[in-house]
């Protein structure tokens, strides 16, 4: 069978509201041949006459009368579809929204996106769960709304990203530590204890390359896999543990951080989401509440454009 042509319906609602080809037509601005035509059709569709002359005008069949109603919700629905979202009542939006990050960042940004959301949209939820790898698929399938961090070659080309600031490696030791007394220079840090951060178990990064430039080698007395836990082991020893300044600010709380003695790269920190979301509109009012926290920082958020080439100011 072919398929349904599902402009009918709208032409079968005009008609049994109408009750004449005539008025229908007219409503519908087309020819009273058009709309007969359309008649025919309809009659050849449904299987019934639908409509039946009475004198000088067209009464309706018990089918066409049982189709009324059923019909006018059926376009009233269909246009209801088409029409733009309506305006965005925060006051009344109930809906949680799943965010993977890293604890730092939660721990540092949670406060300040948990207050700014409040007030507004009481019936929102946030829901932080860890960043455990840079895989693309939670975001793909909707497990995951927004997730924060560093665009990686493993993301997908689809996924929009926009940058939300710049961040850099520090030092983090415990208060008393030797290294808090004197200048702190590359042989300094490298001779001391350090305690390597890798979701992959890896022992070397960009810290170590820039330690091979001056002949020197950290020693790794450990390896962990997240900045949280680098902080927990170095606040009750001797390790040193070398962490991004902005993610682990409040983690960091009652230790001796210290600029780095060596060169290395800034990490740009980027907002990623599935392009499906795009015009959603609380996904936009949640990633400008995202982006206002974050450029309230110290460091100045980056002004640039998503993967896609377009400005995300107006999100």
């Not at 493993?154 to 030797?178: K, N, S, W």
């Not at 600010?249 to 600029?259: E, Q, V």
């Not at 949640?286 to 896609?308: F, G, K, M, N």
């Amino acid at each position: 069978m072919s398929p349904p042509d599902l402009n009918l319906l709208i032409t079968l609602d005009v008609l049994l509201t109408e009750g004449s080809v005539a008025r229908a037509a007219e409503r519908l601005r087309l020819s009273p041949s058009a709309m007969s035509r359309a008649l025919a059709r309809l009659r050849e569709a449904t299987g019934d006459p639908l409509l039946v002359r009475a004198g000088r005008g067209l009464v309706p069949t018990p089918r066409a009368l049982e189709l009324r109603e059923r019909v006018g919700r059926i376009v009233e629905d269909g246009r209801a579809v088409l029409r733009p979202a309506a305006a965005l009542d925060l006051g009344r939006l109930v809906r949680t929204f799943t965010l993977r990050a890293s604890e730092g960042f939660a721990e540092s940004f949670g406060p300040g996106l948990i207050t700014r959301l409040g007030p507004q949209a009481p019936g929102v939820r946030l829901r932080f769960v860890q960043k455990l790898d840079k895989d693309s698929a939670p975001l793909r399938d909707g497990s995951v709304d927004l997730e924060i961090g560093v665009v990686g070659e493993t993301m997908g080309p689809e996924v929009r990203a926009q940058a939300l600031f710049r961040d850099r490696f520090i030092g983090v030791v415990r208060t008393g530590h030797p290294l808090c007394l004197n200048e702190i220079t590359p042989s300094r840090y490298a001779a001391a204890g350090h305690i390597a951060v890798s979701r992959r178990g890896l022992d070397r990064g960009a810290i170590d390359d820039a330690l091979d430039v001056l002949g020197l080698e950290r020693q790794i007395a450990t390896i962990v896999g997240g900045f949280a836990t680098a902080l927990a082991l170095a606040r009750a020893s001797d390790l040193v543990a070398s962490v991004p300044e902005l993610h682990t600010a409040a983690l960091r709380a009652g230790m001796h951080s210290f600029p780095l003695p060596v060169p290395t790269p800034e990490l740009t920190v980027s907002l990623l989401w599935h392009p499906r979301m795009d015009a959603d509109p609380a996904h936009r009012w949640l990633r400008s509440c995202v982006r206002e926290v974050c450029a309230a920082t110290d460091w100045r958020a980056p002004e640039t454009e998503d993967r896609t080439g377009r400005s995300q100011a107006g999100d």
